[in-house]
């Protein structure tokens, strides 16, 4: 598993709106391809101290590198980002992360739901547009929700894609700010709200595939409107923002370690093809622990949302505070979120290269 950072330039950089941009990146000496609805993880050290931080991806996979960054209040790498941040500029990224997508067939005549709350248009974007152009037969609809039309990112190039696939892209928005033609689509969105849209037909009653982006109470709700329509858990794919997490909160590595503190559990992690040892001391999860030996281990959001801190169990039990970031199957096969696991046996061994 690649855990570098690589070093991109800003080439453009276009104010959204008034709270957002949409930065254009390059990497300069490296060929890194992306999926639609990946993520970038940043690196950016603001007083000493660093700052990680994963951006949507908001092009579409045959497009130009862009993420789309909307400051949030108290939030120092998104203020840095809308406001100080200038084109020429050198930024570190991860590669491309993140399975909130799905494998492409230009050959399937598919039907597609997608729900975009807020900033959640911005993977929701890249997602609609790729497949719009890869899936010639494809249908999408989209619902976007936000407080008003000023609010809403990626306006111009939602209402471009609507343009260009007019008989087979519709957008419906519920603007909690502001009163709405359909009835249905006035106030916030509910379970009911939604499925008299699906009686409606303003929404597809039985799509191949739905994805959800945005705050966990939008994702819960919609999820809840298609498994009452009969939908399987593999066809809704769900990417919650970091900020409506509920996971175990971000710890710091502890340093230097008191030799008197017993150790609850130890193991050993493999990571790019090396296994090290370490130590969990109390308070620490797999992830921080492992940080101490291998300060490289890939991590990112440290609230069980993102999955950059992802690896298999090889020995050993874990407990963990949420599993947000795990699609169906993963726990089955061993898979943790190591920001969110703490042991529940003696030992616990991990691997990140599976
Ligand atoms: S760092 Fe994001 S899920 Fe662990």
Not at 222 to 241: K, N, S, W, Y
């Amino acid at each position: 598993m690649a855990v570098a950072f690589h070093p991109l330039t800003v080439t453009e950089i276009e104010r959204d709106t008034p709270s957002s941009v949409l930065v254009t990146l390059e990497f300069p000496d490296t060929e890194l391809g992306f999926e639609h609805g990946q993520y970038l993880t940043f690196r950016h050290e603001i007083d000493g101290v660093e700052i990680r931080r994963s951006y949507s991806i908001c092009s579409p996979v045959d497009g130009a590198l862009r993420v789309g960054i909307k400051r949030v209040d108290g939030g120092a790498f998104s203020t840095w980002a809308t406001s100080a941040l200038r084109v020429g500029d050198t930024v570190e990224a991860m590669a491309p992360m993140g399975r909130f997508t799905h494998e492409l067939d230009p050959l399937a005549a598919r039907t597609y739901t997608l729900v975009a709350g807020g900033s959640g248009i911005t993977p929701i974007y890249s997602i609609a547009a790729t497949i719009l152009d890869t899936e010639p037969d494809a249908i999408v609809t989209l619902l976007q929700v936000d407080q008003a039309t000023s609010t809403i990112m990626l306006l111009d190039d939602i209402e471009d894609l609507r343009n260009r696939y007019l008989d087979r892209f519709r957008v419906w928005r519920q603007l909690t700010r502001e009163p709405q033609a359909l009835d249905l689509l006035d106030g916030r969105p509910s379970v009911e709200s939604f499925l008299a849209g699906v009686e409606r037909g303003l929404f597809p009653a039985a799509p191949d595939h739905v994805f959800l982006c945005g705050p966990e109470a939008l994702i819960e709700m919609i999820t809840d409107a298609h498994t009452r329509l009969g939908l399987q858990p593999e066809q809704i794919h769900t990417e919650r923002f970091t900020s409506a997490q509920s996971g175990r909160a971000p710890r710091r590595v502890r340093g230097p370690v008191d030799d008197s503190i017993e150790p609850i559990a130890t193991g050993q992690v493999t990571l790019d093809g090396r296994t090290s040892t370490f130590s969990v001391l109390p308070d620490d999860t797999v992830l921080t622990a492992i940080q101490r030996s291998r300060p490289e281990v890939p991590f990112a959001c440290q609230a069980g949302v993102c999955s950059t801190c992802r690896a298999r169990v090889t020995e050993g039990e874990v407990e963990m505070a949420t599993t947000y970031g795990l699609v169906p199957g993963e726990t089955d096969a061993g898979f943790i979120l190591t920001c969110q696991a703490t042991p529940a046996s003696g030992t616990v061994s991990v691997d990140f290269d599976v």
